[in-house]
Every structure is written in structure tokens, then in C-alpha cells.
């Protein structure tokens, strides 16, 4: 999956610093990230300098990957924008090296965050970047906000050595299969999610609702929780949401579809049925 990207390590504690060398330092123009033309990567601290004093760029620390900073440039100096190409997040999807990918979509993620809160929720004033934490604080009335993050899960809903599989009805979604999903609403836990979703989906009743492993997804802003459960009764008659899925089959184990994104928890969940009982 995308966040598996050992032996690399992320560091996500965060940390009161300033670029240096060998740190990397994104740009953003809209929602559409800014990577070097010469490297198809993030920019290094030693090319934006070349472009511009990096010590003259105001910065906000992100994270760290194999002790590396990254950072979001604040303003986009002309030298370095001539310099890169502007991407949008779908990019990340089939970057590679995959790790580059990961820092890059959770550096878009955390931008989205502290762009999108640049003026106080409560009193309408703007907000900084907090220099002690990962937050945006409003310095008139001291309200601070952390980085906003969705839940919503993943389910692979069962029947012996069947698996109930989806397609999306979106224009402009991903065409191969998925699996039940949906987002977690206020006063639900996950499980309730996981009951309601296969219900409003494919008007199924299901049972043995089992947690098997988390993603986080800055694609959509959220964390995704992945789970199996099984059909409650025998009747696998589907009533197709049709406004959300174009399709909801029964695939035998032996007959599952192949392709797919190995960096998605969806993908690494029909591949793990397709090996034997979950
Ligand atoms: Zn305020």
C-alpha cells in the first residue's frame, strides 16, 4: 500500500525547524503541486537555493522521511515556478519511486489543510501556522485548529468463498473494481458505518464485522478502515444504490478479477481473499 514504503521511515513528529541542506520544499499553485522539470521529484533545497535564497522563502515544516525535511514553500518564488511542473494529486497514483509518491500526496494533504484554513473558523481573522505544533491558530482569539482528517471504511462483504464487488457510478472514478466504502458520520462508530454503508449500497444485511488493517488516503482526505464481514442469511439478491455504483457482483474466490492499484487498501483486500478465508 501507499503509506508501506520501508525501508524508508517517516517521521511524523513535529518539529520547530528551518530548510537545510539535502531537505525537499514543495510548492503549491492552487491545489496542483509544483515538481522539479529536471527530476519529476520534489525540489531539493539545493535547487531552489541556486533559484532563490531558501532562507528568504518563509517555510512551514511537514514531516521527515529518512531524516530529511520537507517543507511547503509559502511563497512560490517566479525562478523556481519556471523551473517545475505543476501536478495535480491523480499523479501520485503511478509516480514513482512509490515513497516519493507518498511524501509527495501527504504533503498535498497537509497543504490542503493549511490553506484551506487561513482565516479563523470562529472570528473571521487570519490564522497562522502554529510554530509549536501541526495546527493553524488565530492570534486574535486563540482558536486552533489540527489537520482535519475523514474517517471512512472499506468492506469486503462475504458469503463463504464469495466476495461482493463494485464499481463505481461517478464520471471520472476508477473503472476497476472496489469495494463497499463510504464515509463515517457524526455519532456513528465504524462499525455502525460498515452496517449502514453495505445497507444504503446494496441493501444487504451483514454479520461478523472483523477490522483488518487502516490506510491513511490523502487522495480523498481520510483514513481509511478496512473490514470483512459476512452476509446475514443466505439471500444474495443486491439492491444497487445507483446514484453512487454502476455494478455490485458475487465473485467466486477462483474467479476474482485481476488488476488494480497495489498502492490502495481495496486492492490489497481482494487479494487477500483470493488467497483463502479471512
Ligand atoms: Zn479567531
Given at each position: 500500500?501507499?503509506?508501506?514504503?520501508?525501508?524508508?521511515?517517516?517521521?511524523?513528529?513535529?518539529?520547530?525547524?528551518?530548510?537545510?541542506?539535502?531537505?525537499?520544499?514543495?510548492?503549491?499553485?492552487?491545489?496542483?503541486?509544483?515538481?522539479?522539470?529536471?527530476?519529476?521529484?520534489?525540489?531539493?533545497?539545493?535547487?531552489?537555493?541556486?533559484?532563490?535564497?531558501?532562507?528568504?522563502?518563509?517555510?512551514?515544516?511537514?514531516?521527515?522521511?529518512?531524516?530529511?525535511?520537507?517543507?511547503?514553500?509559502?511563497?512560490?518564488?517566479?525562478?523556481?515556478?519556471?523551473?517545475?511542473?505543476?501536478?495535480?494529486?491523480?499523479?501520485?497514483r503511478d509516480m514513482q519511486p512509490e515513497w516519493e509518491a507518498f511524501s509527495c500526496i501527504t504533503a498535498s494533504q497537509l497543504h490542503?489543510?493549511?490553506?484551506?484554513?487561513?482565516?479563523?473558523?470562529?472570528?473571521?481573522?487570519?490564522?497562522?501556522?502554529?510554530?509549536?505544533?501541526?495546527?493553524?491558530?488565530?492570534?486574535?482569539?486563540?482558536?486552533?485548529?489540527?489537520?482535519?482528517?475523514?474517517?471512512?471504511?472499506?468492506?469486503?462483504?462475504?458469503?463463504?468463498?464469495?466476495?461482493?464487488?463494485?464499481?463505481?457510478?461517478?464520471?471520472?472514478?476508477?473503472?476497476?473494481?472496489?469495494?463497499?466504502?463510504?464515509?463515517?458520520?457524526?455519532?456513528?462508530?465504524?462499525?455502525?458505518?460498515?452496517?449502514?454503508?453495505?445497507?444504503?449500497?446494496?441493501?444487504?444485511?451483514?454479520?461478523?464485522?472483523?477490522?483488518?488493517?487502516?490506510?491513511?488516503?490523502?487522495?480523498?482526505?481520510?483514513?481509511?478502515?478496512?473490514?470483512?464481514?459476512?452476509?446475514?442469511?443466505?439471500?444474495?439478491?443486491?439492491?444497487?444504490?445507483?446514484?453512487?455504483?454502476?455494478?455490485?457482483?458475487?465473485?467466486?474466490?477462483?474467479?476474482?478479477?485481476?488488476?488494480?492499484?497495489?498502492?490502495?487498501?481495496?486492492?490489497?483486500?481482494?487479494?487477500?481473499?483470493?488467497?483463502?478465508?479471512?
Amino acid at each position: 500500500m501507499i503509506q508501506d514504503i520501508s525501508p524508508h521511515l517517516f517521521d511524523n513528529s513535529y518539529k520547530d525547524r528551518k530548510p537545510e541542506a539535502g531537505d525537499r520544499i514543495f510548492f503549491y499553485q492552487g491545489r496542483s503541486t509544483l515538481l522539479s522539470k529536471a527530476t519529476g521529484l520534489p525540489f531539493t533545497y539545493e535547487e531552489v537555493d541556486r533559484l532563490c535564497p531558501v532562507e528568504t522563502i518563509p517555510s512551514v515544516y511537514l514531516f521527515s522521511i529518512d531524516g530529511r525535511g520537507y517543507f511547503w514553500g509559502r511563497v512560490m518564488p517566479k525562478a523556481v515556478l519556471s523551473e517545475g511542473i505543476l501536478v495535480g494529486d491523480r499523479h501520485f497514483r503511478d509516480m514513482q519511486p512509490e515513497w516519493e509518491a507518498f511524501s509527495c500526496i501527504t504533503a498535498s494533504q497537509l497543504h490542503s489543510f493549511y490553506h484551506e484554513h487561513q482565516f479563523c473558523g470562529c472570528c473571521g481573522a487570519p490564522a497562522l501556522p502554529d510554530e509549536k505544533e501541526r495546527a493553524m491558530r488565530c492570534p486574535v482569539c486563540g482558536k486552533i485548529v489540527y489537520p482535519v482528517i475523514s474517517p471512512a471504511v472499506i468492506v469486503g462483504v462475504t458469503h463463504g468463498d464469495r466476495l461482493l464487488l463494485t464499481k463505481y457510478s461517478r464520471p471520472g472514478s476508477v473503472k476497476f473494481y472496489a469495494l463497499v466504502a463510504g464515509y463515517t458520520e457524526i455519532g456513528e462508530s465504524l462499525e455502525d458505518t460498515v452496517r449502514r454503508e453495505v445497507m444504503e449500497e446494496v441493501g444487504l444485511r451483514v454479520k461478523n464485522i472483523r477490522f483488518y488493517k487502516s490506510q491513511p488516503w490523502s487522495f480523498s482526505g481520510s483514513l481509511l478502515s478496512g473490514f470483512y464481514c459476512d452476509l446475514d442469511g443466505d439471500d444474495e439478491t443486491v439492491r444497487l444504490q445507483e446514484d453512487e455504483l454502476s455494478e455490485a457482483t458475487w465473485y467466486d474466490r477462483s474467479d476474482l478479477p485481476e488488476g488494480g492499484s497495489s498502492i490502495s487498501l481495496t486492492h490489497e483486500m481482494i487479494e487477500r481473499f483470493r488467497m483463502g478465508p479471512v
